[in-house]
């Protein structure tokens, strides 16, 4: 498997704080009114109990991107060194059709007309730091790195369960760690990461 | 400034940058080639320089590390700092918006005075010199006419700068330092004459952990509570959480106590009946180490859980499920907030709470609350950070008003974290000249004497005891930040003289005579200060915006302008900060060769179970009694009977509430409180920072589902929220996380955001200010230590009007 970057979430770890959503913004100098990245609530109430859920979502940067198979002008595409979807401002001519094929509604389409999403901090990777999300998540609930190291890696240090490998037909590179004896992967699963969920929706 | 030497500086940080980040060694190498360690350095661009400091948006407590990113002189970012022990290169949301917040339009630029009618919001221009001799010529003119003691300071959050408004105060001759009753000073207390001191949880080795009335994941998400906490989930530990909505701290815990806001008193008893009435108690402690538990057991029999299930809403069944797993689980704590501040019964929740710990055998043994540990601050504790009598450096006394005796001015760094000088205490004739007593006078210090912030404005309106005639707001913001607005502002309509400090317009800044602009942090090079066992300087990150100076250049200013030069290092920021680190036994030279601060060896942990020496901890009274006269663990109270409080903890109702109100609940059925902080805001300021404003564009109010149906309401809708007091507007945030019979909303919203176009909302009527929906009537105060309630019966309905403002 050529290498692969992309997003370890240890699920239940992350509470919501929007540290990542707002240094995603000041790190990426991201306009007013779009978001790369959010942190999504999910709430639930049974008789039994109330259940609150989170996850930080952004580009997944997804081994198939239907956001670069659909763009006319080829202005999205997939660096082969690492697997990072990134989009060519220069060449997107805002026809907007990545933003309807994206399973989970991540390009978002900026004041000057183009498209713009997560790039994994390109820059700061070029500058010898992680991605700004990562680095700076107070519950340690983000990590960047080579998805198939990781599932090769086994069981993180510290978690209940191993990897879970995102699915999807996109193929989204993100995996998924049981950081506790209670969080119910599936559920995570199910309610996040499925298509048309509201992943990413700022 | 370490001009020479800053590409040194970053190169250096970002080199161990790279190896602290080594535990995630793992992603590390495996990124990509541009991460190995040699790329680093040569990747990084030569005109961007990187200042390690500590960040300055929040408090009370001291900052978390960051390098500061600067370019082109202006400050841009910020990265990590790995060697900043509080935070280990992690940082929250408000540390990487702060440049907005410095470049913001509404920062305040120069000096001014009032020019139009007090409220108007008409200035002028004027110099430094202008401002501080009228400061100075008023506040001599009143000392003169009616005694130093008609100047009340008011407090923010605990800064480390309170220390030089305290010591001018002491200097002035006035005791009148105004402490808002909701934060911190309130459980200090409570828990001293209780248990000798504050009880921290031991939350590294704990079985069972209570987190109550508390908000580890807002308060502050990189500064170790929230490491702690999920640290401990991690371990498998039981966490139950204590409070009425569900956070996302209560998100990861085991069991919710959905217990009313206002009611953690009721709910404490019926704790303690349990644990008394199924004999769960630790006998041995009981016997040996607590004074008084005979008259506990009779006094408990009327808080039954099925009494307790009526007023705090908790099902009785519940309360005994908690109450034994907290007595019976050995290795058990409590992490108390300051969500017990907020209640008028709030002295008796943590006396409760206190003696809960200490008759299930849980006090100051490992994985239980520990005794000299940190803990919130209590006043003439060492958590105190205005403590200046609990510094072990010579003080001098000073006479009601007088002129100030020679004192060698001895800053201290022994104290706790915030503690930046010391010296001067104050004479029992001051003390007894507070014009409304934070605590009873006989529990006053000579070191930290407060009064009750709301009081200064009732003795504005009333000229009881006697009138304040000058107010000074050092970044504090009265007008939303205490109970009853409406009050408040007719105070400092009629006020003869207020001041107010801050580095942006306030919300009350429209009442000011003159208007001190102040530098941000980033733009001073002091106080030295760290958290704990770290000390570092700080660094100036860009030379200051404006005309402005720092809260330590203005007292030390205006000190020495006053004629107290002798206690102001005569007037010299260079002396002050000198004397700043020989107290702290490090020089200049020695600190600044280490950018990154210095941290020293951790405390050992002491001993557990070292009862005899914390119950025999001595008060900062000025009889320097201990707090606990019998040295054993007050349940029966001597000390507050004597002075005429119940010596045992009782329930009192809020001054509107569900059960204590009735004939309210028809007209207002549900029950408002609100949060003390959240994820991207403190109190009443940063909603002018635009990317912090995007994370909450609008004020909202939290309403179960089927509460919001009942009325028509959809998330999102403008909704009008009505208490006896006055009505003002949010917008429904429609989630099951709250009890049904209850609304939370954050307090603090005034601010508007020019960038997002969002308008400055009222203080009063149709604002989303949460402080003027409360009663301050006698009710609302906790008799003993003052704190205020902030509950009251509300309806809410939706808004015929859904446009972002009204009228």
Known sequence: MAKQLGFKIHLGRCVQCAACEVACKAANAVEYGVKWRTVGVYWEETPARVVNIALPQSCLHCAKPACASICPVKAITKRAEDGIVTVDAKKCIGCRSCEKACPYKVPKYGKNGKMQKCNLCLDRLAKGRQPVCASTCPGEALEVGDIGQWLKDGKPKGAVGGHTKLQGRTNPSAVLVKSFADTDVDKYVKVFLSENSSAGKA | ?807
């Open chain 2, 1 to 807: 400034m370490l001009e020479s030497n800053d590409t040194e500086v970053t190169r250096r940080s970002i080199l161990k940058a790279a190896g602290a980040l080594g535990v995630q060694s793992a992603v590390w190498g495996a990124i990509s080639p541009l991460l190995a360690p040699s790329g680093i350095a040569r990747a990084a661009q030569p005109e961007e320089k990187l200042i390690p400091t500590m960040c300055g948006m929040c408090g009370p407590s001291q900052g978390c590390g960051i390098n500061a990113v600067v370019r082109g002189g202006r400050f841009v970012g910020i990265e990590p700092l790995p060697e900043a022990p509080l935070n280990l290169g992690r940082n929250c949301g408000k540390s990487h918006a702060a440049p907005q917040w410095v470049y913001s339009t509404e920062r305040l630029r120069y000096p001014l005075k009032r020019v139009g009618a007090k409220g108007e919001g008409k200035f002028q221009r004027i110099g430094w010199d202008e401002a501080l001799d009228t400061i100075v010529a008023k506040l001599k003119e009143q000392k003169e006419k009616y005694g130093a003691e008609s100047l009340a300071i008011l407090s923010p959050a605990a800064r480390s700068y309170n220390s030089y408004f305290r010591r001018f105060l002491a200097a002035h001759g006035s005791p009148n330092y105004a402490h808002s009753g909701i934060c911190a000073m309130q459980r200090g207390f409570s828990f001293q004459y209780t248990l000798g001191g504050s009880p921290s949880p031991d939350i590294a080795n704990t079985k069972l952990l209570v987190v109550w009335a508390k908000q580890p994941v807002y308060a502050g998400s990189s500064k170790g509570n929230l490491r702690a906490l999920l640290a401990a989930k991690a371990r498998g530990v039981k966490i139950i959480a204590v409070k009425p909505t569900m956070e996302p701290d209560v998100a990861v815990a085991d069991i919710w106590v959905p217990v009313r806001p206002g009611t953690d008193a009721a709910f404490a008893l019926a704790l303690l009946h349990v644990v008394v009435n199924e004999k769960l108690y630790d006998k041995e402690f009981v016997e040996k180490w607590t004074h008084g538990f005979d008259k506990l057991v009779p006094h408990v029999q009327k808080y039954t859980p099925e009494w307790a299930e009526k007023v705090s809403g908790v099902p009785a069944a519940q309360t005994r499920e908690v109450a034994r797993l907290f007595a019976t689980t050995k290795h058990s704590c409590i992490d108390a907030g300051n969500g017990f501040e907020h209640a008028p019964s709030c002295n008796d929740a943590v006396r409760a709470v206190g003696i809960l710990i200490a008759i299930c055998g849980h006090l100051d043994r490992k994985g239980g609350n520990l005794l000299g540990g940190g803990g919130p601050g209590g006043p003439g504790g060492p958590g105190d950070p205005g403590n200046l009598a609990a510094n072990p450096k010579p003080s001098a006394k000073l006479g009601p008003g007088g002129p100030a005796p020679k004192a060698k001015s001895a800053p201290g760094g022994s104290r706790g974290p915030g503690g930046q000088d010391g010296g001067l205490s104050y004479t029992q004739e001051v003390v007894n000249k507070l014009v409304g007593p934070e605590f009873p006078l006989p529990f006053q210090t000579s070191g930290s004497p407060t009064s009750a912030y709301y009081r200064i404005f009732e003795s504005v309106l009333t000229g009881k005891p006697y009138q304040i005639r000058t107010i000074i707001s050092p970044g504090t913001q009265p007008a939303t930040s205490t109970r009853g607005t409406k009050n408040v502002l007719e105070a400092l309509k009629k006020v003869d003289f207020y001041v107010v400090l801050d580095v942006a317009k306030t919300s009350d800044m429209n009442y000011a005579d003159i208007v001190i602009p102040i530098s941000t942090m980033y733009e001073v090079d002091h106080p030295f200060e760290g958290g704990g066992n770290w000390i570092m300087p700080r660094r100036k990150v860009i030379d200051p915006i404006g005309d402005t100076k720092s809260d330590y250049e203005f007292w030390i200013e205006l000190g020495a302008r006053m004629g107290y030069g002798e206690h102001f290092w005569h007037g010299s920021v260079k002396e002050w900060k000198e004397s700043q680190l020989r107290s702290r036994g490090i020089t200049l030279a020695e600190l600044t060769a280490k950018p990154q601060g210095i941290v020293r060896p951790a405390a050992r942990q002491p001993a557990y179970e070292k009862y005899a020496q914390a119950f025999a901890a001595r008060s900062g009274r000025f009889d320097r009694g201990p707090y606990l006269p019998e040295g054993k663990v007050a349940i029966y109270n001597t000390l507050f009977e004597k002075a005429g409080y119940n010596p045992l903890p009782e329930w009192r109702e809020p001054p509107e509430s569900l059960t204590g109100t009735p004939e309210l609940v028809k007209k207002y059925p549900l029950l408002l409180s609100d949060f003390h902080t959240s994820k991207v805001y403190n109190a009443s300021w940063l909603r002018n920072v635009p990317y912090l404003r995007e994370v909450m564009p609008d004020p909202t109010i939290q309403i179960h589902p089927e509460t919001a149906r009942a009325r028509g309401i959809k998330q999102g809708d403008w909704v009008l929220v009505s208490s006896p007091h006055n009505t003002i507007r949010l917008r429904a945030d429609v989630n099951p996380g709250i009890r049904r019979d209850t609304v939370m909303a954050l307090h603090g919203w005034w601010e508007g955001c020019a960038e997002l176009k969002k308008p400055e909302l009222p203080r009063l009527k149709y604002g989303a200010n949460t402080n003027s929906m409360y009663s301050v009537g006698e009710k609302a105060y906790d008799p003993l230590v003052t704190a205020m309630s902030s509950q009251t019966l509300v309806e809410v309905v939706k808004d015929p009007s859904q446009s972002a403002t009204k009228g």
